[in-house]
T-cell receptor
């Protein structure tokens, strides 16, 4: 399998549930990212991992908890979410180079609905 | 911070040319990217500009003016399959973190 794979594609959860989103990349990249995409809003950078170390936490509420066990896998653990957290959650990977001309490779996202 | 602005929606006719503009304000500009995103799919890389000028790649071209904080994506010979959202993203500073505009939803009509 190649590229960036996200599971599940769709998730419906209650506000008291705990769930996890998974992202896996097979590109040999050393940086991975979580973005939130809401309707009519820019993609919001949530977390950045370089070589498994978290380098960015963009003021994300603690009900979102990332985990990066190795440079190929990234998780986003969810608990006690709010309805406004419903969105498309995109994972991406890249080489951690300041002048990388290829940008990110994105996964297809997880469509999350909080009820 | 970053401020990236692009039109929300555009409509164009099959076979025509369309230009999607993007303006940005960043403290440490280090490259600009355009991505295409079809509904329900992953954004895919289209182009990269870091120096002023035009980059051409088939039917798609991207232009950058760093002094004006301005870029555009030019799509020629439009096809129905070009209906998608087009995302402008700027790399700000030394890290490879990208900051995105809201995206422009392009609808191609027969």
């Amino acid at each position: 399998e190649t590229g960036v794979t996200q599971t599940p594609r769709h998730l419906v959860m209650g506000m008291t549930n705990k769930k996890s989103l998974k992202c896996e990349q097979h590109l040999g990249h050393n940086a991975m990212y979580w973005y939130k995409q809401s309707a009519k809003k820019p993609l919001e950078l949530m977390f950045v991992y370089n070589f498994k170390e978290q380098t960015e936490n963009n003021s994300v509420p603690s009900r979102f908890s990332p985990e990066c066990p190795n440079s190929s896998h990234l998780f986003l653990h969810l608990h006690t979410l709010q309805p406004e957290d419903s969105a498309l959650y995109l994972c991406a990977s890249s080489q951690d180079q300041p002048r990388d001309p290829y940008g990110y490779t994105f996964g297809s996202g997880t469509r999350l609905t909080v009820v | 911070g970053q401020n990236i602005d692009q039109p929300t929606e555009m409509t164009a006719t099959e076979g025509a040319i369309v230009q999607i503009n993007c303006t940005y304000q960043t403290s440490g500009f280090n490259g600009l990217f355009w991505y295409q995103q079809h509904a329900g799919e992953a954004p895919t890389f289209l182009s990269y500009n870091v120096l002023d000028g035009l980059e051409e790649k088939g039917r798609f071209s991207s232009f950058l003016s760093r002094s004006k904080g301005y870029s555009y994506l030019l799509l020629k010979e439009l096809q129905m399959k070009d209906s998608a959202s087009y995302l402008c993203a700027v790399r700000d500073g030394g890290a490879n973190n990208l900051f995105f505009g809201t995206g422009t939803r392009l609808t191609v009509i027969p």
